[in-house]
């Protein structure tokens, strides 16, 4: 419950006008911590608030909004990877649901609870059975969240199979998860499934211009770029990378972004390949050793950026398969903490060979 709470101070604070009113607040509790002054992580500060500011998944964000206004809402199970908006979305409809009842309707438990079996006997079962007293709120059908519910123990599941059946009446269940493959067929069939796919970039980029306009920021088109592609369509990325390169540098370009994930920019990713397609084995790993230490790169952040580029560039595709083979075993190798200097020896060594097959290849 505790991160409930300390969300519902988030939500009941205007978002624009958050330290002034978390001042007030604080009056009022008396309670002034060092950290209560410390500015909020953009994640939680632009958290959608409701189901209209949640961002692309637009068929589900309305479904689930169309059941929700009915009082028809099924057991969910909300999946797919990190930072996709599951977690702000069911906390959404908690609101939309119970408004200021907030608190006293939902049982939140996640993966820093306890999960396993007496949890479900003794916490679920308990807020389940228990009658709720909904004063005001527009459902008095309550809400059980299991975020990050991948991380239950298999009894766990196994005992809420049948909890789940017995208080469908006045709960409803909402398992969230990364791997639904680790929830149990019995409880997928209880519940109706919506997979949160990764943003894709023109969500992305609405989701960033509106934080950026509301934060008053400075960031060129190639800035916006170099954060939607860094971020994979996970948008906590995206912020959190926003956030960090703003207090790292006032104006946010392409390489302020780079420099501040450590990624390596693509203009060296360019140069790197140039050297490991045209240079001497001893010239490439002079230059490429000497660049990584100047720059601060990881072998591995070469290893796969290469690999993109390599995809990018024009050669017979048996010569691409074989590099691309080659460049895999690397990076697991390189997975395992295998020696960095051997593995950049490697590196330049598989390219030499690609290239003595482009030369037989034009023979
Ligand atoms: N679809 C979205 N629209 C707007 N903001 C989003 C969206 N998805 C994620 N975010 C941003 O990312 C943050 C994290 O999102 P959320 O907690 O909902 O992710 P999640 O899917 O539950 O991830 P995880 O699987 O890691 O728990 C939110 O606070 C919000 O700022
Ligand atoms: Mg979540």
Known sequence: MAEVVSLMDIDEDDNHQK??????????????????????????????????????????????DRLTSENRLPHLLLYGPPGTGKTSTILAVARKLYGSQYRNMILELNASDDRGIDVVRQQIQDFASTQSFSFGAKSSVKLILLD???????????????????????????????????????????????????????????????????????????????????????????????????????KITEEAVYLCTGNPLPKDIEQISYWLLNESFAESFKRVSETKTRKGLALIDIVREVTMFVFKIK???????????????????????????LQLGSLIAIFTKARSSLVAAVK
């Not at 002034?32 to 692309?56: C, F, G, H, I, M």
């Open 19 to 64: 330290q002034n009113n978390s001042q007030k607040l604080n009056k009022g509790k008396g309670l002034v911590t060092a950290a209560d002054t410390k500015p909020t992580p953009w994640v939680e500060k632009y958290r959608p608030q409701s189901l209209a500011d949640v961002a692309a998944h637009r068929d589900i964000v309305d479904t689930i």
């Open 148 to 250: 990050e519910a991948d991380a239950m123990t298999k009894d766990a599941q196994f005992a809420l199979r049948r909890v789940i059946e017995k208080y469908t009446k006045n709960t409803r269940f909402a398992l969230i998860c990364n791997h639904v493959n680790k929830i149990i067929p019995a409880l997928q069939s209880r519940c109706t499934r919506f997979r949160f796919a990764p943003l894709d970039p023109i969500h992305v980029t609405e989701r960033l211009k509106h934080v950026i306009q509301a934060e008053r920021l400075d960031v060129p088109d190639c800035g916006l770029a170099a954060l939607v592609r860094l971020s994979n369509g996970d948008m906590r990325k995206a912020l959190n990378i926003l956030q960090s390169t703003h207090m790292a540098s006032q």
């Open 315 to 341: 050669m017979p595709s048996d010569v691409r398969v074989q590099l691309i083979n080659d460049l895999a075993d690397i990076e697991y190798r390189l997975s395992f903490g295998c020696n960095d200097k």
